[in-house]
């Protein structure tokens, strides 16, 4: 073996050792690097994120309490729709209840008294007269209400879960029946 002392060479040989010496040492480093600075991020994000979990889970219980609301306002005022047939019915109990006690009326007028000191009902109930108006329809109005309230559900529904903006807040709407 000879050995060449050719100091160009030897430069040379030495400047490229070095270059992948430090190469080498970049490779080896960098994901040490990469983790370095996901860490710092995560550190830094982290925080922030937890906050937000806790304001979304608070809104998410405030959205299904009024949810719940809604549902029973709902639930409310169908039954009151239904109630409509058992409301004719009383209305019609007492039409006839006030009827029966005209005629009652009319046949005690008609029969002669025979003691003064009848009883205290019949006293009393002689001058008692009752004339009740007649009552309205509200079974339109009832499912007019019923339709808006769902309407207004399904629009807070597709409105909280579509666009993911946040919860919306429902309008009160007022009614009256006439």
Do not use: W
């Amino acid at each position: 073996m000879t050995t060449v002392n050719d100091p160009e060479l030897h430069a040379k040989v030495k400047k490229t050792t070095e270059k992948i010496s430090e190469n080498m040492h970049i490779i080896a480093n960098e994901p040490s690097l990469a983790f370095y600075r996901i860490q710092e991020h995560v550190r830094k994000v982290i925080p922030l994120i937890v906050d937000r979990r806790g304001e979304v889970y608070q809104l998410q219980k405030d959205l299904q309490g009024k949810c719940y609301d809604m549902e029973y306002a709902i639930q409310a005022v169908k039954d009151i729709e239904a109630a409509d047939e058992s409301l004719k019915n009383i209305q019609e109990a007492l039409k006839n209840a006030i009827f029966l006690k005209q005629q009652l009326k009319y046949v005690e007028s008609r029969r002669p008294k025979k003691d003064s000191n009848s009883s205290v009902y019949k006293r009393l109930s002689a001058h008692i007269t009752l004339d009740l108006p007649d009552l309205p329809d509200i079974s339109g109005v009832m499912r007019e209400t019923s339709n808006r309230m769902e309407h207004m559900m399904s629009q807070a529904r597709s409105s909280s879960t579509g666009n993911g903006t946040g919860p919306t807040e429902l309008q009160r709407s007022y009614t009256t029946l006439h």
